[in-house]
C-alpha cells in the first residue's frame, strides 16, 4: 500500500506542476506540442494494457480515440455538455466499443482480433464520414466554452491532459501490479497454460480490450476543443494507429514505465521533425524505426537496458 | 471400495472429417494410480484435451466428483480440481520460476484447501528439486528441469487429479526415475494421478490399472500383469 | 449485379496471395494490401514509361515480387518464427512494411489518383440489354485464370502438393526430403507475386492512391476467412458473394457504404462459423 501511495502522491505533484505551468507563460507552442506528447502518452499506455499486457496487438487505435473525439462532438452539439461528462461519455462509448469487438473476435486467435481491428478503423470511418450531423467528410466546428478554470483554453486543456496521462499510468501501473495483471502476463506467455492453471482468459482479455478501448476514448474526448476543427482524416489519422505501436514497442511493452518513454522520446522527436521535414517523412521514419525495433529489439529501451544491467 | 473420481463416458471427438475419440469410457477411482497408454496417434493427448477442457466434445460426457463437467471451460475444471501438466512444456517465460507457481497458487489453488501465498511455492519447490532456479526465468532452465516445473506448476494448483502428459519423454534413466518418485509421493498425499507415457517400465511400475487406446477406442484394461500379455494389446504395438 | 460479378472474379485474384500465406501458411501478413497497391504503381509507372498495356507489365513484374515475396519471408523468419517469437511481433513486423510501404508510395506519386488506360478499357459490349465493360471483363478473366492457375499450382505441382502438405504437418514434408522453410519461401513469393497481378488488374479497373490499401484489407481478409483457410474455390465463391453484396450495397445505399460489407462479413463469419464455408 506504501507503494501506491507513494505513486499517487507523485500523480498529484505533477498535476500540480501542470496547473503551474499552465498559469505561467510560457512559449505558447509549448503547450500545443506538451498537449500532442501527453495525449501519446496516455494512447500508448492504454494501447499497451491489451497489446503489452495480454499480447493482444490492437491496429485500429484511431477507431477507439476517433470514437471518444466524435462522441465529444455529438454532446457538444446536442446538449454542450460539459468537459468531464465528455471525458467520461467518449471513454465509456470507446470501452463499449473495445467490449464489443473483443467478445466477437477474442474466442478465436490472436490474429483475427488484430486484423478485425484494422478493418474497424476503415469501416467506422466510412460511417463517420457518411453522418452528417457530425460533420460528415467536411468536417465540423467546435467552440469553445467560455471561462476555463486558470490560464487560457490551451492552456487548460495542457493541464486536462496532465491529469490524463498521469492517471492513465497509474490505472496501467495498477493492473500491471495487480492479481489480474499476473492473469495478463501469463496468458499472453501461453493462454493454453494459463487457462489450465486456473486463468480465466476470456474475461481478462475482455477486461482489458475493455480498459484499454476506455483510456483511448478518453484520449480523444478533448480533440474537439483542442483542434477546434474536427474532420475524419485528422480524427482517424495514421499517426496514431503507428504511434499507438511504435511508442509502447521502442519503450519496452512489459511494463507502464515502456510507453512512457516511448511516448515521450518518440512524441518529442516528431514535434521537432514536424518543423523541419515533411510529416509524410516523419511518418516514413517512424515506420522504418518500428519495424527495425520490432526485428532487432523487440524488448524496447527497457529490454535494453535490462540486458547491459545483466539480467 | 473408493469411489469414482473422473468418469468418462462415451466420448467422441472429431477433427473434420477425422474421428480422434470414437467413444471412449473409462472411470478413475479416487486416490488410484492410472495409466493411459496406446501407440502414437491413437488419441490419448485428445482424451486429454478434452478432459482438461481444452477441447470441446462432440458426443459423450465427463463426470468429475460426482459433478457433470462437459462444456465447463479448462480455468473453472482447475478450479475443481483438475491439473494437467503439458506434454511440450509450455511456462510462462517472462516469469520467475516461483512466480510461474504462483499463478497456479493465486487462480487454481485458491479455490480450494491449502493456504495460498509465496511459503507454499517455496515447499514445493524445494520438494521437487528446483529450489536452486526459484529466481530463474524458464529460459534458463534444463530439459528435465522445466519437466519439473511443469508438475510443480501443476501442483501448485492443489489438485485432486493430475494428469502427466508424458512428462518423462527423452529424459535419461536417472531422471526417468527423478520424476516417477515425485509422482508416488503425490499419490501418496492422497492426489489421484493419471500417467500418460511411452516409458513402458515407468508405467508398468506406477500403475494400479492401465488403459490401452488404439485408433480412438479403448481395445484393453486391467493391471499391469494383465496388459502386458494381453494379445490386442501386443497387435497394436506391434502390427499383425 | 453484374458489375458486382464481374469484380468477383477481380476480388478473387486480390485474395488469391492472402488464402495462400494466411490460409495455407498461417502467416497473418497484413501488409498484403500494400503489395497489391505497389503492384498497382508499378503497372502505372510502366505504362507511363513504354506505354505497355497493364496486365502485360503485371506479368513482367511477377518475378520481381516473387523475388520481394522471398526475401520478406526470409526476413520475417529469421527474425521471428526460428526464435518462436510470439505473433504479436510478426504483427507488428507486417504492419510496419504495410505503412512504410503506403508512406513511401504517398511520397513518390502524391495523393492524386492514378489511372491506366489502355486501348479496351473505354470500350464495352451488350448481352441481352446489359452493358459489359471490358474494363471490368477483362480483369475479371485474368483473374479467373488466376485461380484455376494457382489451383493447378496447389493440386499437381511438386511446390504446390509440398505447400499443401507443409501446412498441415511439417514433419512429413521434412520426412520428403523437402526444407520446409524453402517450401514457405516459395509460397510467400507465389502469394506477393499474385499480389502484385491483381494490382496490375486493379489500375486498369478503378484510379489509385497510396492509402487505397486500406480499402483492401478488409475484403481481403473477408473473402479467405468466408471461403474458409487455404481453400482456392472457396475463395472463388466468396469473392462471388463478397462481390455481389457490395455492389447491391452500393446500388442501395451508395457507394461510400461498400467499404462497410467485407467488414461486416468478416465480423459475421468470425462470430458464426470461423472456419468459412469450406474450410478445414
Known sequence: ?311 | MAAALLEVDGVVKRFGGFTALNGVSLSVKAGERFGLIGPNGSGKTTLINCVSGVLPVNGGSIRFDGQEITGMPPHQRSRLGIVRSFQIPKPFTSMTVRDNLGISLEYAGAARAGAPGSASAEDILRSIGLEAKTHLRPGGLTQIEMRKLELARAMAAHPKLLISDEAMAGLSSTEVDDILEILFRLNAQGITIIMIEHIMRAVMRFSERIVVLDAGERIAEGTPDEIVRHPAVERAYLGE | MVAGLLLSGFYAAVSLGVSLIFGLLDIANIAQPAFLILGAYAAYVMNGAFGLDPIVSGLIFTPVFFALGAVVYRIYYESFERRGAESLRGLVFFFGLLFIIEVSLSMTFGVDYRLVQSDYTTRSFEIAGVGIAFRYLVPCVVGLAMTFTMYLFLSRTFYGRAIMAVSQDRMALRLMGANPVTIKTIAFGVGIAAASLAGALLISIAPVIPSADRDYIGRMFAITVLGGMGSIGGTLVASAILGVAESLMSTFFGPSWSLAVSFGILLIVLAVRPAGLFGR
Not at chain 1, 492504454?46 to 485500429?60: E, H
Not at chain 1, 492473469?183 to 474475461?203: F, H, I, K
Open chain 1, 1 to 311: 500500500m506504501g507503494r501506491t501511495a507513494g505513486a499517487l502522491l507523485i500523480g498529484i505533484a505533477i498535476v500540480g506542476a501542470g496547473i503551474a505551468l499552465a498559469v505561467v507563460k510560457v512559449n505558447p507552442y509549448f503547450y500545443f506540442a506538451g498537449y500532442v506528447i501527453l495525449q501519446y502518452v496516455v494512447i500508448a499506455t492504454a494501447w499497451n494494457i491489451l497489446g503489452g499486457y495480454a499480447g493482444y496487438v490492437n491496429f485500429g487505435t484511431p477507431a477507439f480515440f476517433a470514437m471518444g473525439a466524435y462522441t465529444a462532438v455529438l454532446l457538444i452539439k446536442s446538449v454542450k455538455a460539459p468537459l468531464p461528462v465528455l471525458l467520461l461519455a467518449g471513454g465509456l462509448v470507446a470501452g463499449l466499443l473495445g467490449l464489443g469487438i473483443g467478445y466477437l473476435t477474442l474466442r478465436l486467435r490472436g490474429t483475427f482480433f488484430s486484423i478485425a481491428t484494422l478493418a474497424l478503423a476503415v469501416m467506422l470511418q466510412t460511417v463517420v464520414m457518411n453522418w452528417e450531423y457530425v460533420g460528415g467528410s467536411r468536417g465540423t466546428s467546435v467552440i469553445r466554452p467560455p471561462g476555463p478554470p486558470f490560464g487560457s483554453y490551451v492552456t487548460f486543456l495542457f493541464t486536462v491532459m496532465v491529469g490524463l496521462a498521469v492517471a492513465s499510468v497509474l490505472i496501467a501501473r495498477f493492473i500491471e501490479r495487480s492479481r489480474i495483471g499476473r492473469g495478463l502476463a501469463a496468458l499472453r506467455d501461453s493462454e493454453e497454460a494459463a487457462e489450465c492453471m486456473g486463468v480465466p482468459t476470456l474475461r481478462l482479455k475482455l477486461f482489458a480490450t475493455t480498459v484499454s478501448g476506455f483510456l483511448l476514448g478518453v484520449a480523444g474526448a478533448p480533440f474537439p476543443y483542442y483542434v477546434t476543427f474536427v474532420e475524419p482524416n485528422s480524427a482517424f489519422a495514421l499517426d496514431y494507429a503507428v504511434n499507438a505501436l511504435a511508442m509502447p514497442m521502442i519503450g519496452g511493452t512489459t511494463s507502464w514505465l515502456g510507453p512512457v518513454i516511448g511516448a515521450v522520446l518518440l512524441g518529442t522527436a516528431q514535434q521537432i521533425a514536424i518543423v523541419t521535414i515533411s510529416s509524410e517523412m516523419n511518418l516514413f521514419i517512424v515506420g522504418v524505426v518500428l519495424v527495425l525495433f520490432v526485428v532487432l529489439a523487440p524488448e524496447g529501451i527497457l529490454g535494453l537496458v535490462r540486458r547491459m544491467r545483466g539480467h
